[in-house]
């Protein structure tokens, strides 16, 4: 009982990490475009849904291939 308790809660912690940061990177991809590559902010909207995008994509994929 104990051992899936630690199981669990280290998934846990490690699908909080991994979402972390992928949400920390897309907010990193807005600002970038926006400060450094001179985008509107329209402009690095769409960058940014296009990394959420491809990202969502790249997810089902993965799901389709591994069923």
């Known amino acids: 009982m104990a051992r899936t308790v630690v199981i669990y809660f280290l998934a846990f ?3 909080s990490v991994y979402h972390g940061i992928v949400f920390a990177y897309g907010g990193l991809v807005f600002t970038f475009a926006v400060e450094t590559l001179h985008f509107s902010k329209v402009e690095a909207t769409n960058l940014n849904s296009l990394f959420y995008g491809t990202f ?7 799901i389709i291939l591994v069923a």
């Open 13 to 15: 912690l490690l699908i």
């Open 56 to 62: 969502t994509a790249g997810g089902v994929a993965s």
